[in-house]
């Protein structure tokens, strides 16, 4: 099989494209590209579409033993390609394997188009560097690429993994779509965006970065019930110390759209580096980003976890995520310990807008930490639901849930928007209103001991406190405008006789 290149024109039957790479050795580099300036226009027919490389620096002959030299591996680049209707199957994948720094890219430059029918999309950058010192080992799925899958219930598999070797300080980068664009259409989509870097390093010094999304890059669903699925995650070596390990879901400027239907929203970063003394680690589901449900009823889960000697974890930083319109549910939380030193930050949101749109939704945001014993002590932290952010309900009748080990919240803003609200957003520093409709704040977090409440108004009240839930001294102060209902053991009071209660 030899490289796919040049124009070929495809028929109203089943046809077959197939392309192996054709490797080259360049400048110490050693080249391996599948498919190369590629034009395929077919007109209908359940179609195969192949660009598969395989290549690895070990098997070439006039290497000596023991020699090193870089490899690059592209499975498609500079093609443009119209597979027509019919249920088709496009892949486009490279491995690439080295003792020196090796780039793997599935798909580079290029246009694809699948159109109607239900199709089957793989794509896939996996770049391997073996047991030697310093080297880099990055895999991307697409780079610089529009791939839209048209109509039908298609699957859209993007996968990139970086591994490094285990010897010496080597670094692994995994992205899943970098300036990239992935779209379905109408009927219910499946797309699967997933990042993995590994970096096992014996010593102090390994990096992994896996990044799902970056750089512009823009994920839909399209019309109908969709199922989108992001994940980024790193490991680094679990023997000596050192290293670091970051994993973000969704990139810099960069989207998730569901669009019209009930659509399910998934995205995940984590860092594991728990064997590792000293690895700092760090993992944001969405990094200033946009996700957003659109129309329907939609499910919208975003996490981030830790599992290291230290680190930090954020749910959303300097992003936004909506609901739109339908009864939505959004979950935003982060999970996981540090078991060496006090976790940095372990934000639910931070500096952030949650919006639930019109219907009635239930927004949950949420800090869970686990302290671990270490060196015969418990290792405090900084576990904050909501900070620096609005949470906003809309019209509807929402439920609203902040929770943090520390803190629930921090200098944010909690909107309800018309409609029956039930809000559960605990402790710490905000301005709470409850809107139009019959309003419901808990209360039940409520401490005489280190806090004091008055009233401000005929549905308003002011909260003082002197410690965060710990126990630690922290003054903060809550005010609540526009609730009608304030609950405390299952009981109702209004403004006046909650605090007659309490005060």
């Given at each position: 099989?030899?490289q796919?290149?040049?124009?070929?024109?495809?028929?109203?039957?089943a046809?077959?494209?197939?392309?192996?790479?054709?490797?080259?050795?360049?400048?110490?580099?050693?080249?391996?590209?599948?498919?190369?300036?590629?034009?395929?226009?077919?007109?209908?027919?359940?179609d195969?579409?192949?660009?598969?490389?395989?290549?690895?620096?070990?098997?070439?002959?006039d290497?000596?033993?023991?020699?090193?030299?870089?490899?690059?591996?592209?499975?498609?680049?500079?093609?443009?390609?119209?597979?027509?209707?019919?249920?088709?199957?496009?892949?486009?994948?490279?491995?690439?394997?080295?003792?020196?720094?090796?780039?793997?890219?599935?798909?580079?430059?290029?246009?694809?188009?699948?159109?109607?029918?239900?199709?089957?999309?793989?794509?896939n950058?996996?770049?391997?560097v073996?047991?030697?010192?310093?080297?880099?080992?990055?895999?991307?799925?697409?780079?610089?690429?529009?791939?839209?899958?048209?109509?039908?219930?298609?699957?859209?598999?993007?996968?990139?993994?970086?591994?490094?070797?285990?010897?010496?300080?080597?670094?692994?980068?995994?992205?899943?779509?970098?300036?990239?664009?992935?779209?379905?259409?109408?009927?219910?989509?499946?797309?699967?965006?997933?990042?993995?870097?590994?970096?096992?390093a014996?010593?102090?010094?390994?990096?992994?970065?896996?990044?799902?999304?970056?750089?512009?890059?823009y994920?839909?669903?399209?019309?109908?019930?969709?199922?989108?699925?992001?994940?980024?995650?790193?490991?680094?070596?679990?023997?000596?110390?050192?290293?670091?390990?970051?994993?973000?879901?969704?990139?810099?400027?960069?989207?998730?759209?569901?669009?019209?239907?009930?659509?399910?929203?998934?995205?995940?970063?984590?860092?594991?580096?728990?064997?590792?003394?000293?690895?700092?680690?760090?993992?944001?589901?969405?990094?200033?980003?946009?996700?957003?449900?659109?129309?329907?009823?939609d499910?919208?889960?975003?996490?981030?976890?830790?599992?290291?000697?230290?680190?930090?974890?954020v749910?959303?930083?300097?992003?936004?995520?909506?609901?739109?319109?339908?009864?939505?549910?959004?979950?935003?939380?982060?999970?996981?310990?540090?078991?060496?030193?006090?976790?940095q930050?372990?934000?639910?949101?931070?500096?952030?807008?949650?919006?639930?749109?019109?219907?009635?939704?239930?927004?949950?945001?949420?800090?869970?930490?686990?302290?671990?014993?270490?060196?015969?002590?418990?290792?405090?932290?900084?576990?904050?639901?909501?900070?620096?952010?609005?949470?906003?309900?809309?019209?509807?009748?929402?439920?609203?849930?902040v929770?943090?080990?520390?803190?629930?919240?921090?200098?944010?803003?909690?909107?309800?928007?018309?409609?029956?609200?039930?809000?559960?957003?605990?402790?710490?520093?905000?301005?709470?209103?409850?809107?139009g409709?019959?309003?419901?704040?808990?209360?039940?977090f409520?401490?005489t001991?280190?806090?004091?409440?008055?009233?401000?108004?005929?549905?308003?009240?002011?909260?003082?406190?002197?410690?965060?839930?710990?126990?630690?001294?922290?003054?903060?102060?809550?005010?609540?405008?526009?609730?009608?209902?304030?609950?405390?053991?299952?009981?109702?009071?209004?403004?006046?006789?909650?605090?007659?209660?309490?005060?």
């Amino acid at each position: 099989m030899a490289q796919l290149t040049g124009f070929f024109q495809g028929t109203s039957q089943a046809d077959t494209f197939l392309g192996k790479a054709d490797t080259i050795l360049i400048d110490d580099e050693y080249i391996g590209i599948s498919a190369d300036v590629l034009v395929i226009d077919s007109f209908g027919g359940d179609d195969i579409v192949e660009a598969i490389t395989n290549i690895s620096t070990f098997a070439v002959d006039d290497i000596p033993f023991g020699g090193t030299i870089d490899a690059l591996g592209i499975g498609m680049t500079g093609a443009t390609v119209d597979t027509g209707r019919g249920s088709d199957t496009f892949t486009a994948s490279s491995v690439a394997t080295s003792k020196r720094s090796t780039l793997s890219i599935g798909l580079r430059n290029s246009d694809i188009k699948t159109k109607g029918g239900h199709d089957s999309v793989l794509i896939n950058g996996t770049g391997n560097v073996s047991n030697i010192s310093g080297f880099s080992a990055t895999g991307i799925g697409m780079r610089s690429s529009v791939l839209k899958a048209g109509a039908g219930n298609d699957t859209v598999t993007v996968n990139a993994r970086g591994s490094a070797g285990s010897q010496g300080k080597p670094s692994s980068l995994a992205i899943g779509l970098e300036s990239s664009s992935l779209g379905g259409n109408r009927g219910e989509d499946v797309i699967q965006i997933s990042a993995s870097a590994v970096s096992s390093a014996f010593i102090a010094g390994g990096t992994a970065s896996a990044t799902g999304i970056i750089s512009d890059s823009y994920v839909s669903g399209g019309a109908d019930n969709d199922t989108i699925s992001i994940t980024a995650s790193t490991q680094i070596g679990t023997r000596r110390g050192g290293g670091s390990s970051k994993a973000t879901g969704v990139g810099i400027s960069s989207v998730v759209w569901g669009g019209k239907g009930s659509d399910k929203i998934t995205i995940a970063a984590s860092t594991d580096a728990v064997g590792t003394f000293g690895a700092m680690t760090e993992a944001t589901g969405v990094l200033s980003g946009l996700v957003e449900g659109n129309g329907d009823n939609d499910t919208i889960n975003i996490t981030a976890e830790i599992k290291s000697a230290s680190g930090a974890a954020v749910g959303i930083n300097a992003s936004t995520v909506s609901g739109g319109a339908g009864s939505d549910e959004i979950t935003i939380g982060v999970k996981g310990f540090t078991n060496i030193l006090p976790a940095q930050n372990f934000f639910g949101a931070l500096e952030s807008h949650i919006l639930g749109g019109s219907g009635n939704d239930t927004i949950t945001i949420e800090s869970t930490y686990t302290p671990q014993t270490s060196r015969g002590g418990i290792i405090l932290n900084n576990s904050i639901g909501l900070v620096n952010s609005a949470l906003d309900g809309g019209s509807g009748d929402d439920i609203l849930t902040v929770s943090g080990l520390n803190l629930d919240l921090k200098d944010a803003v909690v909107f309800g928007g018309g409609g029956e609200d039930i809000f559960d957003t605990g402790v710490g520093s905000a301005s709470i209103s409850g809107g139009g409709g019959q309003d419901i704040l808990k209360l039940d977090f409520f401490d005489t001991a280190t806090m004091s409440i008055t009233q401000l108004g005929t549905n308003s009240i002011h909260i003082l406190g002197t410690q965060d839930k710990q126990g630690n001294s922290l003054d903060w102060t809550q005010t609540i405008n526009g609730v009608e209902h304030y609950e405390v053991a299952g009981a109702l009071y209004n403004a006046t006789d909650v605090v007659a209660l309490l005060g």
